[in-house]
């Protein structure tokens, strides 16, 4: 039993990683990069600077931790995506981690599109991200909850999920959303308060002087499909779906109506 035990211990994932960013002779350019363990990034080519993080471990269970941290200097346009969706698998030994931090400098923009987090039956993850921008940075938020797949029959039932985000301007709270499903929540499925039976739902946020002119675009890209409001230099989009698929259609659309330039190039596969 003690050798089990040691085992699974040794057995978690844990990954580091630690980006810079400035910019140089005209354009946005890494400049330091550190990753250990099972967090990895790429920078492929693109029109703009793009990082694409991805866990090497396939995805996340109990016990598992990782760390990211990205900063940008002043003047840097950046990108920030997942090589493809995270998972988070059933856990028998507590709850993944997930820490993630993005410093956004003066005069600088961060684009943050991670891919799709899946949820399946009987996982556990704690996420806490935050956005630290200084004086006059701008960003763009995604994040995209998936509930089991439903082409391969998935049921997600038992749950448990703590989202914490955060958007700061000098230190100063932007934007804060804590989100918490368990399984009393999904047993609630059918209410509008939770989720009214989808199992696929995002948010987009937009913190720019000019989220407000965006937000006609953002309605009409939308339709039906979700809502959006603007205000105080904010613009928070809502979208829920049964499924993954049809979410990400109508979040491709949304965010090529408020953003400039095209989707990074995983999204788009």
């Not at 967090?39 to 990211?68: F, H, Q, W, Y």
């Not at 407000?212 to 603007?230: E, I, K, N, Q, T």
Request: glycine residues 8%; contains cysteine; aromatic residues 4%.
């Amino acid at each position: 039993m003690l050798h089990q035990n040691i085992s699974t211990e040794l057995n978690r994932a844990c990954g580091t990683l630690r980006a810079g960013f400035a910019f140089s002779r005209g354009m946005t350019r890494l400049t330091r990069l550190h990753q250990a363990g099972s967090a990895k990034a790429m920078l492929p080519p693109a029109p703009g600077c793009e990082i694409v993080l991805l866990n090497t471990s396939g995805g996340l269970t109990g016990g598992d931790r990782m760390d990211i941290t990205v900063t940008q200097e002043a003047g840097t346009h950046l990108t920030v995506t997942t090589q493809t969706a995270e998972r988070a698998y059933r856990s028998t030994t507590g709850r993944a981690r997930v820490t993630a931090r993005f410093e956004v400098a003066a005069g600088a923009h961060l684009d943050l599109l991670p891919q799709e987090t899946i949820l399946f039956d009987r996982s556990a993850l704690l996420r806490e991200q935050e956005i630290a921008l200084t004086g006059d940075a701008t960003a763009l938020w995604v994040e995209t909850l998936i509930l089991g797949r439903a082409a391969m029959g998935e049921t997600v039932r038992t749950l448990d999920l703590t989202d914490r985000r955060r958007i700061t301007r000098d230190g100063r709270p932007v934007f804060v959303e804590n989100l918490r499903l368990g399984d009393a929540t999904l047993a609630r499925g059918e209410s509008i308060a939770t989720l009214a039976g989808c199992r696929a739902f995002a948010t987009l946020v937009l913190v720019a002087p000019d989220a407000a002119d965006r937000l006609d675009r953002a309605r009409a890209a939308l339709g039906s499909d979700g809502a959006a409001s603007a205000f105080d230099g904010k613009l928070v989009a809502r979208v829920m779906a049964d499924d993954g698929w049809p979410l990400r259609q109508a979040m491709m659309r949304l965010i090529q109506a408020i953003r400039p330039g095209p989707l990074p190039r995983v999204w788009q596969i």
